[in-house]
């Protein structure tokens, strides 16, 4: 597993010299942090987990989970995979998107939530189901932010580098030493390079999957449906 939000401070300050903690201050340390992991996630759709819900004979769409980033593989009934269709793609397939059947599509609407950051997804089928069944997701999340000094990046060792040097370059933006900041920059982007490598080259590290607090797991871009049976 990744560094501990613990070891994430203590590097961080002992690349910023300040072992004492008497210049930055612990909560901008931690806000930086989950900034790279939601870059991170937002970036690679490296954190993957499932997630259900039941259809409503006559219902057309349905809340996703509120951490919610991007679609992995839809299954309808444990029987079949869907296909995601635009709406562009629906609009030209039928004239009524309310017309019931069994679901072969799904697409997404999503609208802006509570807050400017916060976006509300929903899935739709179609055709809409005419009964009740079970649909079954894969799907790319944003990761429980790191809050306990326990609390691990959920990444395989020595795939967090980044994160320090992130931090760190965040850091000296904010008081503005620009020189310093450039050199973080500079360590980030390296690091940046070797975790997009290893994320997208190896067709095994879904086997050496770690896992967060919200109970999700760390698997892989390209993965593929025979990695999923469908019960």
């Known amino acids: 597993m990744g560094l501990t939000l613990s070891e994430v401070h203590t590097r961080v300050r002992s690349l910023l010299n300040d072992q004492g903690q008497q210049v930055f201050q612990s909560p901008e340390i931690t806000q930086f942090s989950n900034d790279w992991m939601r870059e991170v996630a937002a970036t690679y759709n490296c954190f993957q987990k499932a997630g259900?819900?039941?259809?409503?004979?006559?219902?057309?769409?349905?809340?996703?989970?509120?951490?919610?980033?991007?679609i992995g593989m839809v299954s309808y009934n444990y029987t079949r995979w869907l296909s995601e269709i635009t709406w562009n793609e629906l609009a030209a397939r039928t004239n009524d998107p309310t017309t019931q059947g069994t679901p072969d599509t799904y697409y997404f609407e999503r609208t802006p939530g509570g807050t400017s950051s916060q976006v509300s997804t929903v899935m739709g089928l179609y055709?809409?189901?005419?009964?009740?069944?079970?649909?079954?997701y894969f799907y790319y999340y944003s990761p429980t932010a790191l809050v306990n000094w326990t609390d691990r990046i959920p990444l395989p060792d020595g795939n967090d580098e980044s994160a320090v040097y992130y931090v760190c370059e965040k850091m000296k933006l904010k008081d503005r030493e620009f020189g310093e900041a450039e050199k973080f920059r500079v360590l980030k982007d390296v690091?940046?390079?070797?975790?997009?490598?290893?994320?997208?080259?190896?067709?095994?590290?879904?086997?050496?999957m770690g896992s967060d607090r919200g109970g999700g797991t760390v698997l892989?871009?390209?993965?593929?449906?025979?990695?999923?049976?469908?019960?």
């Not at 219902?59 to 996703?64: A, G, I, P, V």
């Not at 690091?191 to 050496?208: D, Q, V």
């Open 220 to 231: 892989w871009p390209g993965l593929n449906r025979s990695k999923f049976s469908i019960p």
């Open 191 to 208: 690091e940046f390079k070797r975790l997009a490598s290893t994320l997208t080259s190896s067709p095994n590290l879904h086997r050496r």
């Open 52 to 70: 259900s819900f039941a259809t409503v004979a006559g219902t057309r769409t349905y809340s996703m989970a509120t951490d919610f980033i991007d």
């Open 127 to 136: 055709p809409v189901p005419s009964e009740a069944s079970q649909v079954k």
